[in-house]
């Protein structure tokens, strides 16, 4: 009876997985709202309001779910805590990438880089996890790869925000799901790290007289401080997702977020959406088509 309860529960884990991971792009699909109520304060001091009210969420949430000794467990492990100073540097730079992103009406661009993320989350899989991807999953990265390369192209420069924004998640994404913390404490960490930086700036802003701390009106303190609940909480989904998930199934759920990001610069903010914008994200959304079917195919034949 062993393997049959050890097949439920790995299918158990897995439906979790997927809705830890929808919860986790469905919110960062519709987050830069969040962000464009900030646009009048940089994108650094943003960054480090957000490190600091994360860290308070994180360790909030950590001992109020009762994962003292995890975290204690962490702290002393070596290669937890270097895992985690790692992931922190590049969620930050993942952070203020996208803040400044939005800031200056360049959604699209930050949108382009979180469709390059599941590519790159596949091609991670195979080199350091030995996925194997089955016919159809090479058909959508196909797919998926061709619409990328060819906006690339006919840009006629390299889109470096994209590239960046691909780059730092996807390789957080990579020690997130290979590190053995869980996900809160592991956060708590990261964050950790970082957040004593973010104080320092905040404070250096405040001498001077300078930055939005103090000087700003209530609304904006407000949506300063919850930087910490909209930052926490779609990353603990995340994080969720990736201890239950393929680093391949974990790269194509992400295109949700993109695509709610593609829906809110065209849509809502008028940002220029060209013919070769459209050929490009014709061929991703096919991919991930594809991709969908032939997980809900394998599903019911499972």
């Not at 109520?37 to 994360?54: C, D």
Request: glycine share 8%; proline share 3%; with cysteine.
């Amino acid at each position: 009876m062993r393997a049959p309860d050890e097949a439920r529960d790995g299918r158990r884990q897995g439906s979790w997985g997927v809705l830890y991971g929808v919860a986790a792009y469905s919110a960062w699909g519709v987050v830069p709202v969040f962000w464009k109520q900030l646009r009048h304060v940089g994108a650094v001091e943003i960054l480090a309001h957000r490190t600091v009210w994360s860290l308070l969420a994180f360790a909030a949430l950590t001992l109020a779910t009762g994962q003292r000794r995890a975290l204690a467990a962490a702290l002393r492990d070596r290669r937890v805590l270097l895992a985690m100073a790692a992931t922190g540097a590049l969620v930050s730079a993942n952070w203020v990438l996208f803040i400044y992103a939005v800031a200056v009406d360049r959604l699209l661009d930050a949108s382009l880089g979180y469709f390059i993320n599941p590519l790159l989350s596949v091609l991670l899989g195979m080199l350091f996890l030995r996925e194997r991807l089955r016919p159809a999953q090479w058909l959508a990265l196909g797919l998926a790869s061709a619409g990328v390369v060819h906006l690339a192209v006919r840009a006629g420069t390299v889109p470096w925000i994209a590239l960046a924004l691909a780059g730092t998640f996807g390789v957080y994404g990579l020690l997130r799901k290979v590190v053995r913390v869980d996900s809160l404490p592991g956060s708590t960490l990261e964050t950790s790290f970082i957040a004593p930086v973010g104080v320092a700036y905040l404070v250096s802003l405040h001498v001077q007289g300078e930055g939005a701390l103090g000087h700003a009106d209530v609304r904006t303190h407000v949506l300063l401080a919850a930087t910490g609940i909209v930052t926490a909480l779609p990353l603990i989904w995340f994080t969720n997702a990736a201890r239950r998930l393929s680093l391949t199934t974990l790269g194509f759920l992400q295109y949700l977020a993109p695509s709610g990001q593609f829906l809110l610069a065209v849509l809502v903010y008028g940002e220029p959406f060209t013919s070769t914008q459209a050929v490009s994200f014709a061929c991703i959304w096919a991919a991930l088509a594809v991709f969908s079917a032939d997980a809900a195919l394998r599903a019911r034949r499972g």
